[in-house]
């Protein structure tokens, strides 16, 4: 049984460009959530998506936007990047009728660096 | 409103010795919390969860931790600390309801050293 999967595992992109993060959700899993984790920093909540909708958002401008597929895959795509939004992008899984309570099962993340 | 706070960014044990890693939490509604492990260039790994059943909770790999709601906390510990449990540390909470409901609030993290 395949696990919550990430890809690309690293990117490395220039000030200003776009990036798109790909997420595939552990099986039988229909909420998808995305966290940013800074250097030394605890994970930070970007937004949570099911039934193709986002439906939480933490605090984060709207460069960051992102998509649910039918299939329950999910993209996180940034748009101008900064220096800043350097991180290690975490794709995160649980089933909807047990959120909460459920544990998120997380993949291995995408290494971003913006130069 | 929810919050974590990890007391300590850094722990140093040795080998056999006692593992305690402090969480505190706040939350309007009851809580719902977790411990994490992350390893090196890894996601996160659920060792733990509290989530309304019994106040002392059972993980993988020798790990407990009690959920004591006067206190407000969520300790997590290992009687016997092991090099391989080197790592860094995560307690996150959620609520059971409300506007956090389903979204995870992490601490700073606590990166824990075993000595042999």
């Known amino acids: 049984d395949a696990g919550v999967t990430q890809s690309p595992t690293h990117l490395i992109k220039t000030r200003g460009q776009q990036v798109t993060l790909r997420c595939s959700p552990k099986?039988?899993?229909?909420?998808v959530s995305w966290y940013q984790q800074a250097l030394g920093q605890g994970p930070q909540f970007i937004f949570q998506y099911y039934e193709e909708e986002e439906r939480q958002r933490g605090n984060f401008p709207d460069r960051f936007s992102g998509h649910q597929f039918p299939n329950y895959s999910s993209e996180l795509n940034v748009n101008a990047l900064l220096l800043g939004d350097s991180a290690l992008y975490l794709c995160a899984s649980s089933p909807t009728r047990t959120l909460g309570s459920s544990p998120l099962h997380f993949g291995n993340g995408t290494r971003l660096t913006v130069t | 409103a929810q919050s974590v706070t990890q007391l300590g960014s850094h722990v140093s044990v040795s080998e056999g010795a006692l593992v305690l890693l402090r969480c505190n939490y706040s939350s309007s509604v009851p809580p719902y919390l977790f411990w994490y492990v992350q390893y090196p260039n890894q996601g996160l790994q659920l060792l733990l969860k509290?989530?309304?059943?019994?106040?002392l909770v059972k993980g993988i790999n020798g790990f407990e931790a009690e959920f004591k709601k006067s206190e407000t906390s969520f300790h997590l510990t290992k009687p016997s600390a092991h090099m391989s449990d080197a790592a860094e540390y995560f307690c996150?909470?959620?609520?059971?309801?409300?506007?956090?409901?389903?979204?995870?609030?992490f601490g700073q993290g606590t990166i824990l050293t075993v000595h042999p």
């Open positions: 509290y989530t309304s059943a019994a106040t």
């Open positions: 099986s039988g899993h229909d909420t």
């Open positions: 996150a909470v959620t609520s059971s309801g409300g506007t956090s409901y389903g979204k995870l609030t």
